[in-house]
């Protein structure tokens, strides 16, 4: 297999945020590497803004200094460092002052051909501020395009007002809701294996598969997250945006093309099939919990540093899609911090066979297939079947684990390419398809509230568990109930 790297044309990012953890972390790193690849044009540059008062230099340092934490050291070749710096360009700005935009006006405009991207790295109460900012100096005109990150919205009525104020600046079409989950290479593979073989798609459904789970599991606690994660919890934090988009990948209909607003729209009439889980539903279909204190390690509140806190680190729902495809099929999503392994995955759990003709000669029970599709570790798709032992004497049989790892037959040097590496590309490029388009935010919002409301009406406190383990009790009752079980969180 071979990769290919296709040409951008020339443009000016603009980080609002440039000096922060998003950036260094993960924003730089992306663009080294595509640059290291020879993907972003010679004169395109790379724009930090920032309320430090420092100047390109200072600045510059403090990305090399990051670039070499967050790289793997091979890739830290010194002349595509140098050359890749060179790139950067650093400017104070103080978005809430009108004065401030001057200079960044005057750097734009050095390149007006240049495709324009402004990405927000900073809250979300200055999502709005920024695009007002960037319409009074007419920087929001052409082909100017605005990159927000999550959280969109608390609740579905502050993802609207989001939507207004960004959307009163920039039209649809040159907004960018991200999501990284979206570029992982593992998360496109679905949509291909989907729609591009004739072998899944004519048995992806009600008839044929019994019920689907996705899982997003962590190993660790919410650290240094702590202040922000107790304002939003597991549900905000990624059941509404990562966990809801895969389940749209999974259930979607074929869309007539693969662009951008095909796509969403087969994705946002997921999210409307959706069956509402209300009031006392609540207790029976979702599962909320607070990992508590390890021998070693200490409980949510401690790291939340709020003692009374009832914020969800740990959340799973029964969800169910009341349309012809999905009818009867329960959709099972959980995520939680502190289990046992960090582990993404999606597993497609078929029907047993109607009838084992096998029965008479052999004791070995039949057990369902199950195509996992797995994120991390170890991206991969992996397809489960039941086979027989070879050698005489009896027919025993046994599950075989058919395993495709998107590193196998790879070179030794070959790294799987980071989500913001597409996405930031895929900005460029003009192309949506990867990003969420506003009324799927807010349809998101609208199924995911009501949910909240009951927790919150209901008043039960999250359910206790321990540290590396694979959850709440409850969870696992939650399943058992309907005569199936989680699959394993895999070390």
Same mark, same amino acid.
């Given at each position: ?7 951008v ?7 609002? %945020? ?31 803004? /920032? ?8 600045? $510059? ?6 670039? !070499?934490? !967050?790289?793997d050291?091979?890739? $830290? ?8 710096? %060179?790139?950067?360009?650093y ?44 319409? %009074?100096?007419?920087?929001?005109? *052409? ?13 579905l ?45 004519p048995?992806?459904?009600?008839? $044929?598969?019994d ?12 650290g ?23 389940? $749209?990948?999974?259930a979607? =209909?074929?869309p &007539? ?6 796509v969403?729209? =087969? #994705?946002l ?5 959706? #069956?509402?889980? @209300? ?39 029964k969800?169910?899609?009341?349309n ?11 995520? *939680? #911090?502190?289990?046992r ?14 009838h ?19 994120? @991390?570790?170890? +991206?991969?798709?992996?397809l ?16 075989? @684990? ?5 590193? /196998? ?10 989500? &913001? ?16 388009? *506003? ?14 409301? /009951?927790?919150e009406?209901?008043?039960? +406190? ?10 709440p ?7 058992a ?11």
């Amino acid at each position: 297999m071979t990769s290919r790297t296709i040409p951008v044309a020339e443009f000016d990012l603009v980080i609002f %945020g440039g000096t922060g953890d998003l950036a260094m972390r993960k924003l730089l790193p992306g663009l080294y590497r595509r640059d290291a690849a020879g993907q972003i044009p010679a004169h395109s540059r790379i724009i930090a803004l /920032a309320r430090t008062e420092q100047d390109t230099a200072a600045f $510059c340092d403090q990305a090399r200094a990051s670039l !070499h934490e !967050h790289l793997d050291q091979s890739e $830290c070749d010194a002349a595509l460092m140098e050359r890749f710096l %060179g790139r950067l360009q650093y400017l104070f700005n103080d978005v809430t002052n009108a004065e401030s935009w001057d200079q960044l006006v005057t750097v734009l405009d050095q390149q007006p051909e240049h495709v324009r991207v402004y990405y927000m790295a900073v809250g979300p109460s200055l999502f709005g501020v920024i695009a007002r900012g960037l319409a %009074g100096v007419g920087l929001h005109e *052409g082909n100017a395009r605005l990159v927000v990150e999550k959280p969109l919205g608390h609740d579905l009525a502050s993802a609207r007002s989001l939507n207004a104020e960004i959307g009163a600046v920039f039209s649809e079409d040159r907004l960018y809701r991200i999501d990284h989950y979206l570029g992982k290479e593992t998360v496109q593979n679905l949509m291909a294996l989907r729609f591009a073989n004739a072998l899944f798609e004519p048995i992806w459904n009600s008839n $044929c598969i019994d019920h689907v789970q996705i899982t997003a599991a962590e190993s660790l606690g919410v650290g240094s997250r702590g202040s922000y994660y107790d304002r939003a919890g597991a549900m905000r934090d990624m059941v509404q945006n990562h966990l809801m988009q895969l389940l $749209c990948l999974i259930a979607m =209909e074929p869309p &007539y093309t693969f662009e951008a607003d095909a796509v969403r729209d =087969e #994705k946002l009439k997921v999210l409307r099939a959706l #069956k509402p889980i @209300q009031g006392r539903d609540a207790l029976l279909k979702t599962v909320r919990a607070q990992y508590r204190a390890g021998e070693d390690s200490p409980s949510y509140r401690e790291e939340a540093q709020n003692p009374d806190s009832t914020t969800d680190s740990y959340v799973a729902i029964k969800a169910e899609i009341e349309n012809w495809r999905w009818a009867g099929v329960p959709f099972y999503l959980r995520t *939680g #911090k502190k289990l046992r392994a960090r582990f993404t995955e999606i597993a497609i759990v078929f029907k047993e066979p109607t009838h084992s003709v096998f029965a008479k000669v052999t004791a070995t029970p039949v057990v369902p297939n199950v195509l996992s599709i797995r994120l @991390q570790p170890d +991206e991969g798709l992996q397809l489960q079947i039941m086979t027989k032992d070879p050698g005489p004497g009896g027919f025993r049989m046994h599950d075989t @684990q058919l395993d495709m790892q998107f590193s /196998a037959g790879r070179s030794d040097d070959w790294r799987m390419p980071d989500a &913001y590496e597409r996405l930031l590309m895929d900005v460029v490029r003009g192309n949506q398809t990867l990003f969420m388009r *506003g009324d799927e935010v807010e349809a998101a919002w609208g199924w995911i509230d009501p949910i909240i409301d /009951a927790w919150e009406s209901i008043g039960q +406190e999250p359910e206790a568990y321990e540290p590396g383990s694979r959850g709440p009790m409850t969870a696992m009752e939650m399943l058992a109930r309907d005569g199936r079980r989680w699959r394993e969180i895999e070390k």
